[in-house]
């Protein structure tokens, strides 16, 4: 997204990113970046959290008019899930128990689709 974005705006077409991956989406150079620093597929917030998409919605919109400058990253003033403060440290782990069981099933997949790693 972020290289359409580029695309975009280099044809005159103004464009927000939000998304949580801050070093990928400002390496990339994006105009202007809403970063939220949630678990990745979740740029918006909480699932079923109305009240929290729309204010993250509501603070894009605002940073397509308060830019002042390319490259203009702002971070979002939300936290995920305040309960759970050791999200990120499970985020993508895999236990050691579930390794084997995890590398069949993607050997299986590959088998089916008919390519090898």
């Given at each position: 997204?972020?290289?359409?974005a580029?695309?975009?705006?280099?044809?005159?077409?103004?464009?927000?990113?939000?998304?949580?991956?801050?070093?990928?989406?400002?390496?990339?150079?994006?105009?202007?970046?809403?970063?939220?620093?949630?678990?990745?597929?979740?740029?918006c917030?909480?699932?079923?959290?109305?009240?929290m998409?729309?204010?993250i919605?509501?603070?894009?919109?605002?940073?397509?008019?308060?830019?002042?400058?390319?490259?203009?990253t702002?971070?979002?003033?939300?936290?995920?899930?305040?309960?759970?403060?050791?999200?990120?440290?499970?985020?993508?782990?895999?236990?050691p128990?579930?390794?084997?069981?995890?590398?069949?099933?993607?050997?299986?997949?590959?088998?089916?689709?008919?390519?090898?790693?």
């Amino acid at each position: 997204m972020s290289l359409v974005a580029r695309h975009l705006e280099a044809n005159g077409i103004p464009t927000v990113i939000i998304g949580s991956a801050l070093d990928v989406v400002e390496h990339c150079g994006v105009p202007r970046f809403l970063f939220t620093d949630f678990p990745l597929g979740n740029p918006c917030g909480l699932p079923w959290d109305r009240a929290m998409q729309k204010a993250i919605v509501r603070q894009a919109l605002g940073l397509l008019e308060s830019a002042g400058g390319p490259r203009t990253t702002v971070k979002a003033p939300f936290r995920w899930k305040e309960d759970d403060p050791g999200w990120r440290a499970r985020y993508g782990r895999v236990d050691p128990a579930e390794r084997a069981r995890l590398l069949a099933l993607g050997e299986e997949r590959r088998r089916q689709r008919g390519t090898k790693k």
